[in-house]
């Protein structure tokens, strides 16, 4: 018997768990969520924790919002920088392990059951192959995952920011609006938490769409847009809401049904992300489905690539276990 530590930390809250193996695999012991913002940096978390726990652990593993470089990663909104070696001999562990978030979220993919995944398109699973993710949020993640003979390893990508292509009028215009703000635009700028909003200006400020009474003055006050105007595009003057969400759910069909192509994902395309379970009532499967297969003689391929929507908040979590259960699993082989 052992046990080890997982966690997700984001740029707002972080959530840690505490689990030990059992003949099975592994249990929860307890988890405990924390608002980022009240403490000076990770370790202070961790810290308090484990205060007080009779269990130690021998193993940790963290799905971090930032790029992983040889074992350090600096948060961008909270100017943390964690390092895995620090952290390893602050709390006496065996290892720790830092993830990207969403190479986190996809080491999930596979051990997701039925309940946590919205079927977009069934189409046909090919056993072994590659998957690819892909989840709004903050930013635009994306991450793949191949078979390595035994199960399946995720790996990071920067996809996110590669170069935006417009594939019709009102995309071109969205293309030079932010073009003049930002120089390059990457598809994070459009499929993401920062996206919608994006979008909005584009066709109020550069298509001169008229804004309906009241709402300008109730996304002035909001700090976060898109429930604002999720809700909005529900009423029956939502027309400029509704055409945002719609260029939204548009173009990261289009990006999805690349990074579909480019990993050769048969083995699924998963969507993950906070975003997109709440924008679900106004989610049409089959429009995004047309933008993910339209690709020319690639449709074919296209249109037999299972999609689904991850709908659980804690695939990152569930991935930084699986990640510490193998590794101390390893350890304890070698040992």
């Not at 998957?131 to 995952?145: D, K, N, Q, S």
């Not at 979008?199 to 429930?227: C, F, H, N, S, W």
Request: net charge negative; charged share 20%.
């Amino acid at each position: 018997m052992g046990y080890f530590l997982a966690g997700d930390l984001g740029g707002t809250k972080a959530l840690l768990a505490l689990y030990v193996t059992t003949g099975q695999g592994y249990a929860l012991v307890r988890e405990q969520r924390f608002a980022c913002g009240g403490y000076d940096d990770f370790s202070g978390i961790i810290a308090e924790f484990l205060r007080g726990s009779e269990e130690h652990p021998q193993m940790a593993a963290f799905g971090v919002a930032g790029p992983v470089a040889d074992g350090r990663v600096r948060m961008t909104n909270l100017g943390w920088l964690i390092d895995q070696e620090v952290l390893r001999q602050q709390f006496q562990l065996a290892e720790v392990l830092l993830l990207n978030d969403l190479v986190a979220v996809a080491q999930a993919v596979p051990t997701l059951p039925p309940e946590d995944l919205l079927v977009v398109n069934a189409g046909m699973t090919v056993p072994q192959r590659s998957m690819a993710v892909l989840a709004p949020g903050t930013g635009l993640g994306e991450a793949y995952l191949c078979w390595n003979g035994t199960d399946y390893t995720a790996f990071p990508s920067e996809g996110g920011h590669t170069d935006f292509a417009p594939t019709s009028e009102t995309e071109q215009g969205l293309l030079s609006f932010l073009r003049a703000e930002h120089g390059h635009v990457s598809y994070e700028l459009v499929c993401s938490g920062k996206g919608i909003p994006n979008i909005y200006r584009y066709l109020t400020q550069g298509a001169g769409m008229k804004v309906p009474q009241g709402l300008q003055a109730a996304l002035d006050e909001a700090r976060d847009m898109t429930p604002v105007l999720m809700g909005q595009a529900l009423e029956k003057d939502g027309e400029i809401a509704r055409l945002a969400l719609e260029i939204f759910f548009s173009v990261l069909a289009a990006e999805a049904g690349n990074m579909a192509l480019k990993f050769l994902s048969t083995g699924g395309l998963y969507l993950g992300g906070g975003m997109l379970p709440r924008l679900l009532p106004v989610f049409d499967p089959k429009r995004f489905m047309e933008r993910f297969i339209g690709k020319g003689r690639m449709a074919g391929i296209l249109s037999s690539i299972p999609v689904k929507i991850i709908t659980t908040d804690r695939a990152g979590l569930n991935g930084a276990a699986l990640t510490a259960f193998r590794a101390l699993q390893k350890n304890q082989a070698i040992g």
